[in-house]
């Protein structure tokens, strides 16, 4: 036992410097945060009421608890914004310090200034260090992925991708996609044959899950026909822990030894995947390469193969070097994650609003019965056989806009820097130096200023002539963000929205049981816009309680076009 002494007490000190530099770096970071905001209080910044202890945590506090439970934090600085005096619907931006929760952000509510952060040549393109932790649960490697890159990292790996969000590309993935969504139709053909109520999102969840699986790696994840697959059930579980115990003011939950080592071990096995199926891949492309073969479609997958085998000086035969191994099984985790979640949300919000909303309902099916005629049937060989036939369907396009405009599922994150001084309308002057520039997309969305009748479900407002009073104002819509950074899977998302639709909305009728499930909740909701629906944090923002619903065969017989 003695000799182990010397080794234990060194051990011992080495934790407690090490626990002491943390905690050393934690205060100084603090107090230089505190410091700056204190500075910006000073100049009169729009703000919240500053505390040199606890920052606008109180704020926060405040605003949360006049929330319905589990709102999506996108409420709470929403909310924070129209408690401060002087502006009902509260200003166009103001600071925000949340330390230790975040890094001191601005919060942009105002198009007129997010259009200036996303033409900022430096701003635009550059993504804080922090958004980093956020991401790590889900990609693993140190939360590095296209999110969160900047400079010549980011720019060579998005060259590596971005070939396969080419138009003609993105058209021969379809019909593998429309493949899965006849899948997910017969589910909904079982479902009609019953009353029951039951959940729509986690069958667009499952749907999107083997959608992407496919087309990001080559994958048949089967999960609507077989049962789970491992991967998508690692996925799911990864972010029912990731978002479990995690609002912005409960981040304890992040440090539950428990919780950290799970997470852990399901970066682990989400690797163990991915790799395989890398690896697997690989043979698979050399061997069609060498037989001249022509792939259906390139998969994400396939392309970041094609990008690296044609840099010079490297063989077909060549074996994938670790370094890139590592940093594609991080980006693939990623794609897997930004391609199922945000659409499935997407899908089923759509098909909640149109339920609400007969008139929107019968003007989308008068135009799938143009495009597509009158045999319902039909429908989805004629996407099979002509994908490109889903870009000429410009209401069912505003549908999705106009969902997707009340039911934002991101936002947009920059980082600020000593060259970018934004400015108000009213010449409010918002220096951007050492803070995150956070637009947010539900308070720009519904902001009354640029939106008329802003709560309305009004898919015409992207389909009227400039000179209307619903045309958008430039910038106020901006689902995908604008700059260089802007989402890369849109006209992707795009397709896959419209082909569903197209599939499923002429032959089925959802009947929407939000009601029905909530009758006897006591809740105010007159701080969510009095949605039953409200976002709330999985992910992506998904509306709550996945959409409950019934669903039966509409009976509906296409007009003449
Ligand atoms: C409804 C669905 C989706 C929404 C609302 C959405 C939204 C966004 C937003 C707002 C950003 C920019 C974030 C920022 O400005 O800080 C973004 C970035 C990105 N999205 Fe999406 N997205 C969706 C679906 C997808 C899909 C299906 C893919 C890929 C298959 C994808 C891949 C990406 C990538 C790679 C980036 C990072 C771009 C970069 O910084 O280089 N997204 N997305
Ligand atoms: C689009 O991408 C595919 C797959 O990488 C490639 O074969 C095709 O040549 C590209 N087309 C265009 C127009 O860039
Ligand atoms: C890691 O997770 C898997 C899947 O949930 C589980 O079967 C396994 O026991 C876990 N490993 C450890 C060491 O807890
Ligand atoms: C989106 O980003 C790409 C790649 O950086 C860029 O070429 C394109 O112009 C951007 N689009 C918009 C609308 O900002
Ligand atoms: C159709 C089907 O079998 N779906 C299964 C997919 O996986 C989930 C669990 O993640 C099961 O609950 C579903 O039954």
Known sequence: ???????????????????????????????????????????????????????????????????????????????????????????????????PVSIPMLIIRDPYIANQVTNHAQVSAEKPESLKSWFEPITGKGGINLFTQNGQEWKHDHQLFLPFFNNSNLDATMPSVVEQMLIFRNILRKRAQSVEMFRLEPLTQLLMNDVIGRVIFNADLGNQTYGSHPLTETMLRQLRLKFAANNVLDNIGQLNPLRVFSIWNNSRILNQHIRNQILKRV?????????????????????????????????????????????????????????????????????????????????????????????????????????????????????????????????????????????????????????????????????????PRPLEFLPERFLVAPDHELYPAKGAWRIFEYGPRNCTGQAFVMKEVKALLAIICREFDFQNCYDEVYADEQIDLANVDNERAYLVEHGAAHPRGDFPCRVSLSGYVPGDA
């Open 283 to 451: 043979d698979a492309f050399r061997d069609a390469k060498t037989r001249h073969e022509q792939l259906e479609f390139n998969s994400v997958l396939d392309q970041a193969l094609e990008s690296y085998y044609s840099e010079p000086g490297r063989k077909q035969s060549d074996p994938l070097n670790k370094e890139f191994l590592d940093i594609l099984c991080a980006q693939l985790r990623m794609f897997f994650f930004a391609g199922y979640d945000s659409t499935a949300a997407t899908m089923s919000t759509c098909c909640y609003l149109l339920s609400k909303h007969p008139g929107v309902l019968a003007k989308l099916r008068a135009e799938h019965d143009s495009v597509f005629g009158r045999n319902i049937a039909a429908c989805p060989g004629m996407i099979t056989e002509n994908p490109s036939i889903i870009n000429s369907l410009p209401y069912t396009h505003a549908v999705i806009k106009e969902a997707l405009r009340l039911f934002p599922p991101a936002n947009g994150i920059r980082m600020g820097c000593k060259d970018l001084v934004l400015k108000g309308r009213d010449g409010t002057e918002y220096p951007t130096e050492g803070v995150a520039v956070q637009t947010s997309h539900f308070s720009v969305h519904r902001n009354p200023e640029y939106w």
């Open 1 to 99: 036992m003695d000799s182990a002494r010397p080794i234990l007490h060194a051990f011992g000190g080495v934790l407690i410097s090490i626990i002491a530099v943390r905690i050393f770096s934690f205060v100084s970071k603090g107090w230089r945060y505190r410091t700056l905001m204190k500075k910006l209080e000073k100049m009169g910044k729009p703000m919240p009421e500053h505390s040199s202890l606890l920052g606008h945590l109180l704020a926060a506090k405040t605003a949360s608890e006049e929330l319905p439970p589990q709102a999506h934090s996108t409420y709470i600085l929403d909310r924070i914004g129209k408690n401060m005096v002087g502006n009902k619907n509260g200003p166009p931006a103001y600071y925000f310090d949340s330390f």
